[in-house]
C-alpha cells in the first residue's frame, strides 16, 4: 500500500533536471514534520512549503499495489519520451520499496527521488536529490544532486562540499524574505563557484 497526496505531468522546476517533462509522485508523510501548522514551530524542519497531508490532491489516494501506482504514472505520461517520474513528498522514502522501483524499471520509468536525505537510499535508483535539513544526520552521502534550501541556521554549504554528489544546488528559502535569499545565494554561488543557483521556476511560471 502507498499512501499518495497527489501525481500529476508537468515540468521539473528546479536543480538540474530544470525543464524536464515529469510525473510528479508525492508521496503522504515526513519524518522532519508532521504537517500540521500547530506542530510547525517544534518540527525539526519548520521551513516546508509543501503540503503533504492526506490524498486529497489529484490523483491522490492509497495506492494497493505497485502494478495500481505505476499504471496511474503511465496513464497520465503525455510525451513520447521515456517516462520520467519524480518520487517525493514529504519523504518518500518512509514507503518506496523494492517491488516499486522493480515495477516502475519494467514500465521503462526512470526513477528520481527527492529526499531529505536521513533515510539511506536504494542504489538503484536513476537520480538521487538530496536537500539536507539542519539539525539532522545525514545518512544518504552520494548521490546526483545535492540541494541546499538556504540560508538555513546551524547548516553551512561548505560542510557538504567533500561529499559525493555530481551537482551541487543553492535553493533559496521560500519564504517572507525570498528577494533577500535569492540575493544572498546568488552572492554565495558566485563566490562559490562549485555551487549554482537552483531557482524554482515552476514557482513563477504557474505551473505546480
Ligand atoms: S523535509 Fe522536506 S517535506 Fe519534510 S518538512 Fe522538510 S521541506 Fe517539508
Not at 6 to 13: K, T, W, Y
Not at 83 to 100: A, N, S, W, Y
Request: net charge positive.
Amino acid at each position: 500500500m502507498y499512501t499518495v497526496k497527489e501525481m500529476f505531468f508537468s515540468i521539473q522546476g528546479e536543480g538540474r533536471n530544470r525543464g524536464r517533462y515529469s510525473v510528479f509522485c508525492r508521496f503522504t508523510g515526513c519524518n522532519l514534520w508532521s504537517g500540521r501548522e500547530k506542530d510547525r514551530e517544534k518540527a525539526i524542519c519548520n521551513f516546508c512549503d509543501t503540503d503533504f497531508l492526506g490524498t486529497d490532491g489529484i490523483n491522490g489516494k492509497k495506492y494497493k499495489s505497485p502494478n495500481d501506482l505505476v499504471n496511474q504514472a503511465l496513464s497520465i505520461w503525455r510525451t513520447s519520451d521515456k517516462p520520467f517520474i519524480v518520487l517525493t513528498g514529504g519523504e518518500p522514502l518512509l514507503q518506496l520499496d523494492d517491488k516499486l522501483i522493480d515495477e516502475l524499471h519494467y514500465n521503462n520509468f526512470e526513477i528520481a527521488i527527492e529526499t531529505n536525505g536521513t533515510i539511506k537510499a536504494p542504489n538503484n535508483l536513476d537520480w538521487i536529490c538530496v536537500s539536507p535539513k539542519a539539525d539532522t544526520k545525514l545518512e544518504q552521502l552520494k548521490g546526483d544532486e545535492l540541494k541546499l534550501v538556504y540560508p538555513q541556521e546551524n547548516i553551512h554549504p561548505k560542510d557538504y562540499e567533500k561529499l559525493e554528489f555530481q551537482n551541487f544546488f543553492l535553493q533559496p528559502k521560500f519564504d517572507k524574505n525570498y528577494k533577500k535569499n535569492v540575493l544572498a545565494a546568488k552572492d554565495f554561488c558566485i563566490k562559490n563557484l562549485k555551487w549554482k543557483l537552483s531557482y524554482q521556476m515552476h514557482k513563477f511560471i504557474g505551473v505546480p
